[in-house]
């Protein structure tokens, strides 16, 4: 397969994953939209994993960038679907399910799904590390809302994830949150934790890179959550919650290969892409090439 003149990421995939070790890539996909339905949002995630998987497989290793530098030479595995009766089951299947490749060392890179499948996949890589991880979450809402009927939804990852001392909220930054997309109350929540929240006009009347660079350098090793409704709709129709305003694609490409070159990720996540209501797969597209180059911006 190496001889061949047009190589794809798909050709490079692997699904037995019993040999992923340290240092490997490992992609798992999370078909959930039951906590978005919960938090009163449109469905449809549950088909992103695959849609977003299709495109990532197109795609070649090559960056053109750095040196003709490609990712041919880097282990991706391809665990699958993780599946389960209930949200409650396919959420402990994560957890394992991250516990096991993080304490092998692989990175883990988790297709949701809702941004409900966060709390789940941190908590696994958590479990591994033993200490509490910092975390950027890209995102136009805080997702700081407390459980509905006592329930975990897509809107109460980072409180969970607070509340269980899973992250520690000093290190903890709401990355991109949108004006008139949050509570006052909730925003105060996160503040009083000791996490900064960062509004998307603030980060626009500066610089994105030069925004996230700070956070990085602030809050050190950290795991990445990406919810697609950070990104303008033009660009990312296939959202659970769309709106006119945000990042660009570039600057989402921008935002995973410079936090993926800074050494410091732990984990990275792609939430809340709905393929239902996306425009000529633009937004899975999207998601795709994300994921690429947070792979290229890891090694
Ligand atoms: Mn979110």
Redesign the pocket.
């Known amino acids: 397969m190496s001889n061949s003149p047009d190589i794809r990421i798909g050709d490079l995939i692997a699904t037995d994953t019993a040999s992923a070790s340290s240092g490997d890539i490992v992609i798992i996909g999370v078909p959930t939209d039951e906590g978005i339905l919960r938090n009163g949002g449109r469905v449809g995630a549950a088909q992103a994993p695959d849609e977003i998987r299709k495109y990532l497989k197109k795609l070649t290793p090559f960056s053109g960038k750095e040196q003709q530098r490609d990712i041919s030479t880097v282990k991706i595995f391809d665990h699958g679907n993780i599946a389960g009766k209930t949200l409650e089951e396919i959420h402990k299947t994560a957890t394992a399910t991250a516990l096991d490749y993080s304490s092998r060392g692989c990175f883990v890179i988790s297709i949701g799904g809702g941004?409900d499948i966060t709390y789940p996949v941190v908590k696994g890589i958590h479990q591994s590390q033993n200490q509490q991880l910092g975390l950027i979450?890209i995102?136009?809402?805080l997702?700081v809302r407390p459980k509905k009927n006592n329930l975990h939804h897509?809107?109460s990852?980072f409180r969970l994830l607070i509340e269980e001392e899973i992250i520690d909220p000093t290190r903890f930054v709401e990355f991109g949150i949108q004006p008139f997309s949050a509570a006052k109350e909730h925003c105060d929540w996160t503040t009083d934790q000791g996490a900064s929240v960062l509004f998307y006009d603030t980060i626009r009347s500066k610089n994105v890179e030069t925004t996230l660079n700070e956070s990085l350098e602030q809050i050190g090793k950290c795991y990445l959550s990406f919810?697609i409704?950070s990104i303008r709709s033009a660009d990312a129709p296939g959202c659970s919650a769309p709106s006119p305003i945000g990042f660009s694609a570039d600057e989402a490409l921008e935002i995973c290969l410079i936090a993926a070159k800074s050494g410091q990720l732990m984990g990275f996540d792609i939430?809340?892409v709905n393929p239902l209501f996306d425009v000529d797969s633009r937004t899975s597209r999207l998601g795709a090439r994300m994921i690429a180059t947070c792979i290229f911006g890891l090694q």
């Open positions: 941004h979450n995102d136009a809402h997702d897509s809107g990852s919810d409704d939430v809340e």
